[in-house]
């Protein structure tokens, strides 16, 4: 069953820590998208990438990295210097210019 | 940079009633999404429109793209417990592939 896999679920941060988000996709997607919601939000872009090797920073990358080692993973890392990191993570994929194809999210707090 | 408003933030209605989510671009779009995000869940993609103009039917739901590429509305006739959600739109501009998302619309619906 094609689709995108993000895990944990649910994750607890320490202060000073960093955490990773992990989002896989077997759609043989070419894009793939972090964004970030905060309850009663929209979404907010962080990072994307369109192609392996290469990404570029959203409206919020501050606080984040991100990398692009292989076509079906892009994971999300969230740094120290990320002070409010409490929120929902959601990962999506999509041939280019289509329709976007969400990952069941990660809901991300702070110890 | 490129902002997409949603109004009304919020709305609840009787089962039976109508609802409409309007959506308003501060640049003119390429294309126009629509998603729908149940509570708890993630956004799932139910519409693309393109064409100036354009309007587009999924049963109870009427989706438009405005004249000018700069708005669009959903319009759900006679409403059910089942459409509780959040609606978003998302818009694309002719620079990139990137989606803007608009806040989203959260209905409640009373049996």
């Known amino acids: 069953d094609g689709g995108i896999t993000q895990s944990p679920k649910y994750l607890f941060r320490k202060e000073g820590q960093n955490v990773t988000l992990s989002c896989e996709q077997n759609l043989n997607h070419d894009a793939m998208y972090w964004y970030r919601q905060d309850p009663g939000q929209g979404l907010r872009l962080i990072y994307y990438?369109?192609?392996?090797?290469?990404?570029q920073k959203g409206d919020i990358a501050e606080g984040y990295s991100v990398s692009r080692e292989k076509k079906e993973s892009f994971p999300l890392t969230v740094t120290s210097a990320q002070k409010n990191p409490t929120a929902f993570y959601l990962c999506a994929s999509s041939i280019p210019a289509q329709p976007q194809h969400f990952g069941d999210g990660t809901r991300l707090s702070i110890l | 940079g490129q902002q997409v408003m949603q109004i009304p933030q919020y709305q609840h209605v009787q089962e039976g009633e109508d609802f409409t989510t309007y959506c308003n671009s501060s640049t003119t779009l390429s294309n126009i999404q629509w998603y729908k995000q149940r509570p708890g869940g993630h956004p799932v993609f139910l519409i693309q429109l393109v064409k100036s103009g354009e309007v587009k039917k999924q049963k109870r739901l009427t989706f438009q793209f405005g004249e000018a590429k700069k708005n669009s509305s959903l319009h759900i006739t006679a409403t059910q417990t089942t459409d509780v959600g959040t609606y978003f739109c998302a818009g694309k501009n002719n620079a990139g592939n990137m989606l803007t998302f608009g806040g989203g619309t959260r209905l409640m619906v009373k049996p």
């Open positions: 990438s369109q192609i392996v090797n290469d990404f």
